[in-house]
C-alpha cells in the first residue's frame, strides 16, 4: 500500500496531514531554521531511529526520508532526515517534528515497515495576499486645503 505525508510549512511552524483508512492526523510541526529540507517530494520509510531512544528503552519511532536529502537551498545533503516526535523546533537537528502520539497514529498506520512505501511531499505555504488595493480618487485644492489644514 502506497502512503502520504504532506507538510506545508509557514515561517515557524507548520501542517502536517496524513491520511489512511480510518486513521487521520492534522498537526503542528516544526524544524531547525538553520537546517531546513528543501521544498520537493521524497520517498520515506516507517522506522526506528538507530541512535534515539524512547523512555523504555526501545529505538524512537520515526518515518525516514531516505539518502541525499537535499537542505539549506541544495548547499548539502543529508541522509538523517526523519519525521520524529517532538514539541518544538528545539527537537530538531533538521528534522520535522510532530507531537508523539501523532508519530505514532502515523507509524502504526503504515504497513509494511522499513520500505520506501511513503510520499513524503514538502511545500511552503503560500503568502496571504495583501489587501487589494484602493482606487485613488483625487481631490479637489479647497478639500485637500481643509483636510490637511483644517481651515
Known amino acids: 500500500m502506497a502512503y ?40 520515506g520509510y516507517a522506522t526506528r531511529m538507530a541512535n534515539k531512544y524512547n523512555a523504555d528503552g ?31 523546533a528545539a527537537w530538531s537537528d533538521g528534522c520535522i517534528v510532530i507531537e508523539e502520539k501523532e508519530v505514532l497514529k ?8 522499513e520500505t520506501g512505501n511513503i510520499t513524503v511531499v514538502i511545500s511552503e505555504r503560500a503568502e496571504t495576499q495583501s489587501e487589494p488595493s484602493r482606487s485613488w480618487v483625487p481631490v479637489g485644492l479647497t478639500q485637500f486645503h481643509w483636510l490637511c489644514h483644517g481651515r
Open 4 to 43: 502520504t505525508i504532506n507538510v506545508v510549512r509557514g515561517p515557524d511552524s507548520g501542517i502536517l496531514t496524513f491520511q489512511s483508512g480510518g486513521v487521520s492526523v492534522d498537526t503542528q510541526c516544526w524544524w531547525d531554521k538553520d537546517v531546513k529540507v528543501d521544498a520537493g517530494s521524497y520517498t
Open 58 to 88: 526501545t529505538k524512537r519511532q520515526a518515518i525516514w526520508l531516505g539518502t541525499g536529502v537535499p537542505v539549506n537551498n541544495n548547499a548539502r545533503k543529508s541522509n538523517g532526515i526523519f519525521i520524529h516526535k517532538g514539541t518544538s
Open 106 to 113: 502515523i507509524w502504526n498506520a503504515i504497513d509494511p515497515k
